[in-house]
């Protein structure tokens, strides 16, 4: 039979508390376990059985107390229907058990909480960001200065190309290749090359300038 999913239950401060009751708890003598188990999350001040209490066969009621709200309140988050030696546990707050001292505490801490997260939210508005004059100038001129150095390096990675011996330019009376048939291959197009630009140039010269049109109309 396919398990219902929980509800939801919101808590206020009211219903909160660091006291909590533990059921469904195996009667195997196992309240050591139970409190080393609750006990990860914060410290436990006691773990003891309520044997008072109504359960259901073969099972136990724990009552726990932590030292601080929040700790109860992460256990009970994490322990609540969590399985514990083959047991679903069932975790719920008891503000029943609470003296005045522990509820005037408790609502101290809430209110300390809610005060830091109001300055915290705030201190800076989402969506904008604060840059002081002087922040904004030293990143313009870091940005000039950057680009300052990216021009000085083009230029002298220029000039070590044109002084480097290694980069020289080949004559066209050479030889590009070690292969006789390729070098005869490339003085065929050095050839072909050369004659269209002649033709071109000659044809360029031949051509003669247009004469001027006369205007033969009437004047009136």
Known sequence: M???????????????????????????????????????YGP?????????????????????????????????????????????LQVSYAPQFESLLDTKEKLEVRRKEVLGR?????????G???????????????????????REYTKTLHASQFEDPRFTHVSSNKDYFPSESMN???????????KIQSSSDNSSAIVAPKKPRTDNRRRI
Do not use: W
Request: proline residues 6%; charged residues 25%.
């Open 184 to 194: 005869a291959t490339v003085n065929l197009v050095r050839e072909k090359l050369d």
């Open 118 to 126: 109001m300055k915290s939210s705030s201190g800076r508005p989402e």
């Open 44 to 88: 436990v001040d006691e773990c003891t059985p309520m044997d008072a209490e109504d359960c259901d066969p073969y099972t136990d009621v724990f009552f726990i107390k932590f030292s601080q709200v929040s700790n109860a309140r992460f256990a009970k988050r994490k322990l609540d229907e969590s399985v514990f030696l083959g047991n679903r």
């Open 128 to 150: 904008l960001s604060h840059h002081s004059p002087g922040q904004g100038s030293s990143a313009a001129n870091s940005h000039r200065q950057m680009s300052s150095n990216k």
């Open 2 to 40: 396919p398990r219902e999913p929980a509800a939801v239950r919101v808590y206020t401060v009211c219903d909160e508390s660091k006291y909590l009751i533990v059921r469904n708890v195996p009667s195997l003598g196992c309240g050591d376990d139970l409190a080393n188990l609750f006990a990860t």
